[in-house]
C-alpha cells in the first residue's frame, strides 16, 4: 500500500512536469505571454519529481532489506485470550501436587504375654508346669531340660514364634526322666482339647488342639514340624513310640517323636483390678 502511495506520487510529479515544459500558447496580437504559471508548475513539478524519486528508493530499501516475519517454533504453545473474561492473571494456576508419600505400616502389637514368665496347662492331662526359653546347642541341634527339674519343666524354643503372634510357636519337655515327666501322657490329647499358656499377670492364650501324630527322628524332614506354615499354632514335641538304651546322661531314647498340633483360639487379657473403694467417713 505504501509503494503505490510513492508510485501516484511519482507519477503526478512526472505530469506536473510535463505540464511545465509545453511551449506556450498562442495569444491575441498585442498580449504578452506570462511565462510564470509554466515555470511554477515546471519548480513545482522538479521538487515532487526528486521527493518521489526518493521515496520510490527509499521504499525500495525497505522491501529488500525488512527483516521477515518470525514464526514461532514447533514446540511453543501460542495462546490467544481473545474470549477469556478478565485478567490473565486471573486464571487459576494448574499446580502439579506433590506425592502422597505411603503410609508407614502399623508396627505389629507386642505378643500377648510379652516377656512375662508364664506357664503351660493342658486340663486333659493335668499338666501345669513353667515355661523356660531354650535355642540351639553348638551343633544346631534344639536343647532340652537336663537339670534337677527337667521332668517338670517345658522348653519354648527361641528359634520359633512367640505365642499369639501369628507363627509356630514350638515346645517341647520330657515323657520320662527319671520315672513320669512332664509329656508323660501326652499321647492322650486329642483334636479339640484346650491347652492354656497363662502369664503371671493374668494374660492368657489359649489354643484348641487339631492333630496329634508320630514322626521317625531320623525322617529328614521330621524337623519340618518346627517350621512356620503361615499359621498361628502351637507346637508341643515329646518322645515316643519304643525305647531303647543309649547309655549317657538320658540312659534311654524314642524311636519317634509325639506331635501335637494346636491352632490359636483367643487371647484373654489380663483381669481388670477392682476399682479402689473410698474410705467411709465417720459421722
Given at each position: 500500500?505504501?509503494?503505490?502511495?510513492?508510485?501516484?506520487?511519482?507519477?503526478?510529479?512526472?505530469?506536473?512536469?510535463?505540464?511545465?515544459?509545453?511551449?506556450?500558447?498562442?495569444?491575441?496580437?498585442?498580449?504578452?505571454?506570462?511565462?510564470?504559471?509554466?515555470?511554477?508548475?515546471?519548480?513545482?513539478?522538479?521538487?515532487?519529481?526528486?521527493?518521489?524519486?526518493?521515496?520510490?528508493?527509499?521504499?525500495?530499501?525497505?522491501?529488500?532489506?525488512?527483516?521477515?516475519?518470525?514464526?514461532?517454533?514447533?514446540?511453543?504453545?501460542?495462546?490467544?485470550?481473545?474470549?477469556?473474561?478478565?485478567?490473565?492473571?486471573?486464571?487459576?494456576?494448574?499446580?502439579?501436587?506433590?506425592?502422597?508419600?505411603?503410609?508407614?505400616?502399623?508396627?505389629?502389637?507386642?505378643?500377648?504375654?510379652?516377656?512375662?514368665?508364664?506357664?503351660?496347662?493342658?486340663?486333659?492331662i493335668g499338666v501345669d508346669?513353667?515355661?523356660?526359653?531354650?535355642?540351639?546347642?553348638?551343633?544346631?541341634?534344639?536343647e532340652v531340660p537336663l537339670?534337677?527339674?527337667?521332668?517338670?519343666?517345658?522348653?519354648?524354643?527361641?528359634?520359633?514364634?512367640?505365642?499369639?503372634?501369628?507363627?509356630?510357636?514350638?515346645?517341647?519337655?520330657?515323657?520320662?526322666?527319671?520315672?513320669?515327666?512332664?509329656?508323660?501322657?501326652?499321647?492322650?490329647?486329642?483334636?479339640?482339647?484346650?491347652?492354656?499358656?497363662?502369664?503371671?499377670?493374668?494374660?492368657?492364650?489359649?489354643?484348641?488342639?487339631?492333630?496329634?501324630?508320630?514322626?521317625?527322628?531320623?525322617?529328614?524332614?521330621?524337623?519340618?514340624?518346627?517350621?512356620?506354615?503361615?499359621?498361628?499354632?502351637?507346637?508341643?514335641?515329646?518322645?515316643?513310640?519304643?525305647?531303647?538304651?543309649?547309655?549317657?546322661?538320658?540312659?534311654?531314647?524314642?524311636?519317634?517323636?509325639?506331635?501335637?498340633?494346636?491352632?490359636?483360639?483367643?487371647?484373654?487379657?489380663?483381669?481388670?483390678?477392682?476399682?479402689?473403694?473410698?474410705?467411709?467417713?465417720?459421722?
Amino acid at each position: 500500500m505504501k509503494t503505490a502511495l510513492k508510485l501516484a506520487l511519482l507519477l503526478v510529479a512526472v505530469l506536473t512536469l510535463q505540464v511545465g515544459r509545453r511551449p506556450a500558447r498562442a495569444v491575441s496580437h498585442g498580449q504578452t505571454p506570462s511565462r510564470w504559471p509554466r515555470r511554477a508548475l515546471f519548480a513545482g513539478g522538479s521538487v515532487a519529481l526528486l521527493a518521489g524519486l526518493l521515496l520510490l528508493a527509499y521504499g525500495t530499501y525497505q522491501m529488500t532489506h525488512e527483516e521477515p516475519q518470525r514464526k514461532p517454533a514447533s514446540n511453543v504453545t501460542v495462546l490467544s485470550f481473545k474470549d477469556i473474561g478478565g485478567s490473565i492473571y486471573d486464571r487459576p494456576l494448574r499446580v502439579t501436587p506433590s506425592p502422597t508419600p505411603a503410609p508407614t505400616p502399623p508396627a505389629p502389637p507386642p505378643p500377648p504375654l510379652r516377656d512375662s514368665p508364664y506357664r503351660i496347662h493342658m486340663p486333659k492331662i493335668g499338666v501345669d508346669a513353667p515355661v523356660v526359653t531354650y535355642g540351639l546347642d553348638a551343633n544346631k541341634v534344639p536343647e532340652v531340660p537336663l537339670d534337677s527339674t527337667a521332668n517338670r519343666t517345658v522348653a519354648w524354643y527361641n528359634f520359633s514364634a512367640k505365642p499369639g503372634t501369628g507363627g509356630n510357636a514350638v515346645f517341647a519337655g520330657h515323657v520320662t526322666w527319671n520315672g513320669h515327666a512332664v509329656f508323660y501322657n501326652l499321647d492322650q490329647m486329642a483334636a479339640g482339647d484346650d491347652i492354656f499358656l497363662e502369664a503371671t499377670d493374668g494374660t492368657r492364650v489359649y489354643y484348641k488342639v487339631s492333630e496329634v501324630f508320630l514322626v521317625d527322628e531320623n525322617d529328614p524332614n521330621a524337623l519340618s514340624v518346627m517350621s512356620s506354615n503361615g499359621s498361628d499354632v502351637i507346637t508341643i514335641i515329646t518322645c515316643g513310640g519304643d525305647y531303647f538304651w543309649v547309655g549317657g546322661v538320658a540312659g534311654y531314647d524314642y524311636t519317634h517323636r509325639l506331635v501335637v498340633r494346636g491352632s490359636l483360639a483367643g487371647v484373654e487379657p489380663p483381669p481388670t483390678p477392682p476399682a479402689a473403694q473410698a474410705p467411709v467417713s465417720g459421722g
